[in-house]
């Protein structure tokens, strides 16, 4: 699986901005998918998760009514809508495909795209 992002840019605080997330291969509708984010200095944390076939979801508690994630298993696509963008969500945002989980407890693949950079202004 290739994961691709797109849709990050600056915005004032208080826009928004949607982020996606473009995977080749015929693996994506069996994935578990997740938004990340790395800000300098910080570690990737995780931003909001979604199961292969997109009926639940996710978040981060500090994302919580402000992002949605979503997929499209048909166009291989994963979006991430954020609202009420505030100057701390400013990070690089990576897409992440994993899956299936083992019995050995291991996901038999575990995919990063490049990410894409959000900046927030004040």
């Known amino acids: 699986v290739q994961l691709v992002e797109s849709g990050g840019g600056l915005v004032q605080a208080g826009g928004s901005l949607r982020l996606s997330c473009a995977a080749s291969g015929s693996t994506f509708s069996s994935s578990f998918m997740g938004w990340y984010r790395q800000a300098p200095g910080k570690q990737r944390e995780l931003v909001a998760s979604?199961?292969?076939?997109?009926?639940?979801?996710n978040y981060a508690d500090s994302v919580k009514g402000r992002f949605t994630i979503s997929r499209d298993n048909v166009k291989n696509t994963m979006s991430l809508q954020m609202n009420s963008l505030k100057p701390e969500d400013t990070a690089v945002y990576y897409c992440?495909?994993?899956?299936?989980?083992?019995?050995?407890?291991?996901?038999?693949?575990?995919?990063w795209g490049q990410g894409t950079q959000v900046t927030v202004s004040s």
């Open positions: 979604i199961t292969s076939g997109g009926g639940s979801t």
């Open positions: 992440r495909a994993r899956g299936p989980y083992t019995s050995r407890g291991t996901w038999e693949y575990d995919y």
